[in-house]
């Protein structure tokens, strides 16, 4: 099976590709709605930055930012809800989002997991060391794969814990979330050893800064890196690509799907 795409719809003023591009609800409704028509099948609406030293949002503007977009794009696709509070999650959910993406995995608001259960709701739980601000102060591992499967099979521990079931539950590595660019490629290179954990597996390394690190590129010129690295996660078993190029990206699984047959 082809991975499913999940577009990004970022409503912020400082997301490290695209911020302030779609900060205006209008804007980010009409964005939403491309990405459905290039592909997706899901869309990812955010009102907070994760980038490395994001300014933190307070709950009454990060639900100002999304709970209009959320409502308008669940008319016409599945909607995830990018953010790590309780308060947001929620009103997602009232607005018609039928998923829960916390890039902390429930440890800054645990209480979500409760509130995903009661809603039987999906959810993805990603790995990531600490919290944005920190995360990329000098992250080590012993072995990064054998700790990113142990975290994200305690989280789903914990969340199964809570009633959510774990058909449910979706898995994500977390690239570019507390790792060095080896890390990164390492996760990339043996992302089929987090199949083991049972659950689908979400993968996001659209635009993001371990491509630049490779070959030097820009942010605004990462498409390439985006696609490579999505097929090959695509390759090793991802299930869910996390992109903001749906278009290019659903033509670059088009041809890899015709030559594979
Ligand atoms: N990456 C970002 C945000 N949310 N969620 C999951 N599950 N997986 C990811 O890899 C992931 C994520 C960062 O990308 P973006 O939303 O474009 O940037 P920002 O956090 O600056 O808004």
Not at 178 to 201: A, D, S, V
Request: glycine share 10%; hydrophobic share 45%.
């Amino acid at each position: 099976m082809p991975p499913k795409l999940m577009g990004v719809v970022n409503v912020t003023p400082d997301s490290f590709s695209d911020g302030g591009q779609y900060l205006d609800p209008a804007a980010a409704i009409r964005h939403g709605e491309q990405l459905v028509r290039d592909g997706a099948a899901i869309l990812d609406v955010g009102g907070e930055s994760t980038r490395p030293g994001a300014v933190e949002v307070d709950e009454a503007e990060e639900l100002r930012r999304v709970e209009p977009v959320v409502a308008k794009l669940a008319e016409t696709a599945a909607v995830s809800i990018d953010t790590s509070k309780l308060a947001v999650a929620e009103a997602a959910l009232d607005a018609g989002a039928s998923i829960v993406n916390d890039v902390t995995a429930f440890k800054h608001q645990p209480e979500m997991a409760a509130l995903c259960a009661e809603r039987g709701v999906g959810v993805v739980l990603m790995h990531m060391p600490g919290n944005p601000r920190t995360m990329q102060d000098d992250p080590r591992y012993e072995d990064v794969v054998d700790e990113v499967k142990a975290f994200l099979a305690e989280r789903m521990e914990f969340t199964n814990g809570q009633g959510v079931e774990e058909e449910r539950i979706w898995l994500d590595p977390g690239i570019g979330f507390g790792k060095t660019l080896e890390h990164n490629l390492e996760l990339l290179r043996r992302l089929g050893e987090l199949r083991g954990l049972g659950r689908p597996l979400v993968v996001g390394t659209s635009r993001k800064s371990f491509i630049g690190k490779v070959d030097g590129s820009a942010v605004e010129d990462r498409i390439g890196g985006s696609i490579a690295s999505s097929v090959l996660a695509a390759a090793e078993g991802a299930d869910v690509l996390r992109v903001h190029d749906v278009a290019e990206m659903a033509q670059a699984l088009a041809v890899t799907n015709a030559v594979l047959g």
